[in-house]
């Protein structure tokens, strides 16, 4: 192992592997571009995407770019399991804050669907005419509001843009996991957020442990496969151990609780024979042609889809996953 002394320790020299545009920063450009138009976004997340911190370095960029945009961000993991009502009712207070200005202000409370959609129609006009300039909605994890509200809150959006017309001043994006269908038809427009790329996850890397030996440097960006979780967790183990891992074992014990959380899911793939026959395929790092199989490895974050031409093909996230099977 290289015992890592802190920032100015060791130096990476040489260029890493570049790419024209990684994907996820081609995401993002596409994003800011279609909120500065308020439109309204459908964002799949799949398990260990990240998004928050991808919505909010988007939300700043909104704040500080002209024209800009105000941008409200909020997570929706705490509506998991809540009832119809009091999901009703967080959504408006969230939507009271949309134009910026919410602070001792009234916020109806509802127990109907007519009162919220009601409530939020006057809450979306009140954004639209008070807000200094546009505003919009950046929410994640929204495959955990009940389905219903999901469909109130869509529903709502699609009204108020009916009304303005193109004078619309309020944006929305929701971000949800690989199962959440309503995403794809409630909204205008649809994209993927997906891994890093190798010189991404390198350069996030860096940023959170200091410059490294390049080899080192890309053998963790590989190791990762680009899934941000996995990339923040082995940053996090190497900063809190003061030791960058040489080895893949090494480094599998270096992301701490992260390795935990992957040897659940891979324990739950290959409980079932079908699911595990296809794990252990993938397991050998060559993409395959995608089978039906694979949409449950997807969903549950831990295959992918590349390439963009007529044959599908799927592969497994990280080198991470693998060996949390063997």
């Known amino acids: 192992m290289l015992v890592f002394r802190g920032r100015r320790s060791v130096v990476h020299e040489g260029p890493l592997r570049r790419v024209p545009e990684a994907p996820r920063t081609r995401t993002a450009r596409r994003i800011r571009a279609l909120l500065r138009r308020v439109e309204r976004v459908a964002l799949v997340t799949p398990r260990w995407s990240a998004p928050q911190a991808f919505l909010e370095d988007i939300a700043l960029d909104l704040a500080v770019e002209e024209p800009g945009v105000a941008c409200r961000t909020v997570g929706l993991r705490a509506l ?5 009502p009091e999901a009703w009712n967080y959504l408006l207070r969230v939507l009271a804050d949309l134009d910026g200005d919410a602070a001792g202000r009234p916020v109806p409370i509802v127990c109907t669907r007519a009162g919220f959609q009601t409530a939020s129609a006057w809450l979306l006009e009140r954004a639209h005419h008070a807000s200094p300039r546009p505003v ?9 509001l009940p389905v219903d509200v999901l469909d109130d809150l ?10 303005v017309g193109e004078e619309r001043r309020c944006g929305l994006l929701l971000g949800g996991a690989v199962n959440a269908p309503a995403l794809r038809t409630g909204l205008s427009h649809h994209l993927d957020l ?3 790329a190798e010189a991404e996850a390198a350069a996030s890397m860096v940023l959170q442990m200091g410059p490294l030996p390049l080899p080192l440097l890309r053998a963790a960006a590989q ?14 183990g190497v900063v809190e151990h003061a030791v960058l891992p040489e080895d893949t074992e090494s480094m599998f014990r270096c992301l701490g609780p992260m390795a935990s959380e992957i040897r659940t899911a891979v324990s739950m793939a290959l409980a079932r024979p079908e699911s595990a026959d ?49």
Do not use: C, K
């Not at 869509?154 to 009304?163: C, I, K, N, P, T």
């Not at 680009?226 to 940053?235: E, F, K, M, R, S």
């Open 80 to 84: 998991r399991g809540r009832s119809t």
């Open 136 to 144: 919009a909605l950046l929410a994640w994890d929204a495959h955990h």
């Open 154 to 163: 869509l529903e709502a959006w699609a009204s108020y843009q009916a009304r």
């Open 194 to 196: 997906g891994d890093y």
């Open 223 to 236: 190791f990762s496969g680009g899934v941000p979780a996995i990339v923040h967790a082995l940053g996090n």
């Open 278 to 326: 296809r794990f252990l395929a993938l397991a050998a790092g060559t993409p395959l042609e995608e089978e039906p199989v694979d949409a449950e490895l997807v969903m549950t974050g831990l295959a992918r889809r590349v390439g963009t031409g007529s044959v599908r093909r799927v592969e497994l996230r990280s080198p991470a996953l693998a060996l949390a099977a063997s």
